[in-house]
């Protein structure tokens, strides 16, 4: 109607003033001055002037009947009654009558595209089928001092412009003043108040809708209680409300969130600014279409930060602004710096910690979830017999799993069983579960190694190998200790540990690794050191910073290998070099001590490592060089099955002589396979494993001037001959004996007799 009177009366003003003309065809120079004087249609009389008067009364009326029509629903919104979409978006962005009619006429195009030629008519400019701030003020009053206080509802704070309801058009570019920009009603907004669409597409994948307002929510019961506690100390509506969540789990924390949510009767949205870091989409945007999206849905808004503690910080801030006046309370994951949150007209923050399972809990739990599966699985003595390995106890021990998480994890087991095309999940699957359900993503700083190997592939002397296995009970046994002593008593990092593997190269240190994490049920990261050290000042501490905080979210065993090139020796300060790997030294002193997962560093030489840190160590384990005995084990565990050893090779022999650490050991074996597969005998003959072995040797810059004895002969004559070998070298050499005599010599008193020349040339010691 507004629309229809304002066409009435330019076309009035057009006939009054240039009756024989097609108007908007041209502007003479008497319509001109009839549009600079401001005509009116009202003073003229006729036909024209009834359908004026008729359109103003249609006018008012309809106008009445919407303010009537907006006043009942927002009336029944506030009841917690169903309104339509468009009284939710008045609701939701508090907008007055005059914003609702400016919404809707920019909406007139998305309804009829027909309006976009009529909005050419009333411009006089059939090309201009958009509106403008100057034609809405011209078509909503005729007024001209109304018109100008129009222009206010298109200012950066006004509540269309600020929520981004409406926008100006970047795709058309017009010059001239503001107020003839092209202005469009945002698509999302359209489809809203159309369509009644669900959730914003631009949303899709870093955003979803959690809880829909009005479902069922299960929750336990220490976590309803720590919500329900916090729920009193909320604002009321219409004032920013904002909550710090701390979890060791997501799901747990997520858990909670919809139980806050569904408390406050509305839907839970939540937003992973990981992703969007992933993805590399732009945060600004993102932000601006969440909190709108928060706003009008009248949803309780969960963050879930980036990783980058900086970059969240920078988030929260932001997002403290964004989302001043919301009715429902923004929920915020993570730990945050007080720079954060001291932002001028926000909120105070409050914190909901939720409860960690203690031992006996988590014991409870997980038998809960094994006799669940059980129950699933059909019960009798197959199931139990499918889960036998599974032992409550041991489980909690080794995972500090919440109720949630252990439920997650029975999830993914439960996927794999499915895969395989079983109803229910195995042991296996749901030991397999608990170490990749919860695999930190480290990214590029960290990679997955795959654990193969176990106890039986791993030779070492009897006290190393007790030494790991005290390793084991410490990562098993530490919390449950921990607890009984009391949480006043605990400092950061004791639930941590740390252990130090040295010796030579090629001993079995990051076999051993391996071997602990497939112990533990852990997955093992190997820190990629080309990815964590950096030229740039301070680049290094904070890749280190992201990494110790991936291996803290869940259970793992983060491997430095070769640990010296980042916690080697602090030196003497000379130079700004010197000062900064100092810094980085003494910043891994700090993160180690407070490092609450289980991290394992090796080194060739110990006292290349700072001392600084065998006091931040569990264990030091060292490996020896292996002995004759047990390189043995490792030749009979290394030589491939598929091509065997020659009847006349003693391999007792050959681990006596031949001096090889067990990395070595296996590059002969390999070596001494591939030369076999292509011999017509196909098995690893003397002249193929001496060939293998002087390699090996070449190779560590050995020499071997000719094979022993012992690698070409049978096994009896081994046997025969290692004894006497054994007393061969412990019996002294002639030139040792020589040199020990003439000692001896220079050592006895002189006589009173003067030895001639050539007894004193027999006495001078060699040298």
Avoid at 76 to 105: K, M, T
Avoid at 391 to 412: C, N
Avoid at 487 to 494: I, S
Avoid at 756 to 766: D, H, Q, S
Wanted: aromatic residues 6%.
């Amino acid at each position: 109607l507004l629309i229809f009177a304002e066409q009435d009366r330019l076309e009035s003003r057009a006939r009054v003033s240039s009756p024989d003309s097609v108007w908007g065809a041209f502007l003479g120079d008497a319509e001109v001055d009839q549009l600079v004087q401001e005509p009116s249609a009202a003073g003229s009389s006729g036909p024209l002037a009834e359908t004026a008067l008729a359109l103003l009364e249609a006018i008012k009326e309809s106008r009445s009947r919407l303010a009537t029509a907006l006043a009942a629903g927002l009336e029944a919104a506030a009841n917690g009654e169903a309104v339509g979409p468009l009284l939710r978006l008045i609701r939701a962005f508090g907008l007055d009558s005059v914003d609702v009619e400016l919404l809707l006429l920019t909406l007139a195009p998305d309804i009829n595209a027909r309006y976009q030629r009529v909005f050419g008519l009333l411009r006089d400019d059939f090309t201009a089928t958009w509106l403008s701030p100057a034609l809405a003020a011209q078509i909503l009053s005729a007024d001209r001092e109304q018109r100008l206080r129009l222009g206010a509802r298109f200012a950066p704070d006004a509540p269309l412009v600020r929520f981004g309801l409406i926008r100006f058009d970047r795709s058309r570019s017009v010059q001239g003043a503001r107020t003839a920009r092209p202005i469009e009603v945002a698509p999302r907004i359209a489809r809203w108040i159309l369509h009644a669409e669900s959730l914003d597409p631009a949303l899709d994948p870093w955003a979803w809708i959690e809880l829909k307002e009005g479902a069922p929510v299960t929750t336990a019961k220490p976590v309803m209680a720590s919500v329900d506690a916090l729920l009193g100390g909320l604002v009321p509506e219409h004032q920013q409300s904002v909550v710090q969540v701390r979890s060791g789990s997501r799901r747990d924390l997520v858990e909670a969130c919809r139980y806050l949510a569904a408390r406050r009767s509305a839907p839970l949205l939540v937003a992973d600014f990981q992703l969007i870091e992933t993805l590399g989409l732009e945060s600004a945007d993102a932000r601006f279409t969440l909190v709108r999206e928060a706003r009008l849905l009248g949803a309780v808004l969960l963050v879930l930060p980036p990783l980058d503690s900086q970059l969240a910080d920078e988030l929260f801030a932001a997002l403290l602004v964004a989302t001043r006046g919301m009715p429902q309370p923004l929920l915020f994951a993570g730990e945050l710096r007080p720079a954060a949150v001291a932002i001028p007209g926000s909120a105070a923050v409050l914190y909901l910690q939720l409860p960690v399972l203690q031992f006996s809990e988590r014991v409870a739990a997980w038998s809960a979830a094994i006799s669940g599966l059980k129950k699933a699985s059909g019960g009798g003595k197959k199931a139990a017999a499918r889960l036998e390995e599974l032992d409550s106890e041991t489980l909690a021990r080794r995972y500090r799993f919440s109720t949630g998480q252990i439920a997650q994890v029975l999830e993914v087991a439960s996927q794999r069983a499915l895969s395989r095309g079983e109803t229910s999940p195995s042991a296996a699957d749901v030991l397999v579960a608990c170490g990749q359900t919860f695999l930190p993503s480290a990214g590029p700083l960290a990679e997955t190694v795959a654990v193969r190997r176990s106890w039986e592939d791993l030779v070492l002397p009897a006290d190393t190998r007790a030494l790991l296995l005290e390793v084991v009970a410490q990562v098993e046994r530490r919390e449950e200790v921990l607890e009984s002593v009391g949480q006043a008593r605990v400092q950061a990092g004791e639930r941590g540990v740390k252990v130090l593997f040295s010796g030579p190269p090629g001993t079995g240190k990051t076999l051993a690794a391996e071997v602990l994490a497939g112990a533990l049920g852990y997955p093992l990261l190997r820190v990629d050191l080309s990815s964590v050290v950096s030229k740039w000042v301070g680049e290094t501490e904070k890749q280190l910073s992201r990494l110790f905080d991936a291996a803290e979210q869940a259970p793992c065993l983060l491997l430095f290998d070769e640990a010296d090139a980042l916690f080697g020796n602090r030196s003497e300060v000379n130079d700004a070099q010197d000062r900064f790997a100092n810094l980085e030294v003494s910043y891994l002193l700090q993160r180690l001590e407070s490092f609450e997962g289980v991290a394992v560093l090796t080194t060739n030489i110990k006292r290349n490592i700072d001392e600084a840190f065998l006091r931040r160590f569990t264990a030091v384990v060292e490996f020896p060089f292996p002995e004759a005995a047990e390189r043995l084990r490792i030749w009979q565990r290394m030589l491939p099955s598929a091509y065997p050893l020659a009847s006349d090779v003693s391999l007792a022999g050959v681990a006596e002589e031949f001096k090889l650490a067990g990395a070595n050991i296996w590059n002969v074996a390999v070596a001494a396979g591939v030369a076999a597969a292509e011999s017509e005998a196909r098995e690893i003959s003397k002249s193929i494993l001496a060939h293998a072995i002087r390699r090996e040797y070449q190779k560590l810059g050995r020499k071997l001037a000719a094979l022993r004895p012992q690698l070409l002969s049978s096994e009896q004559q081994a046997r025969e001959e290692l004894p006497a070998k054994r007393l061969r070298s412990q019996a002294m050499s002639a030139a040792e004996a020589r040199r020990l005599r003439q000692r001896e010599e220079s050592l006895r008193p002189e006589s009173t007799a003067q030895p001639g020349p050539e007894a004193a040339a027999r006495a001078k010691p060699t040298a």
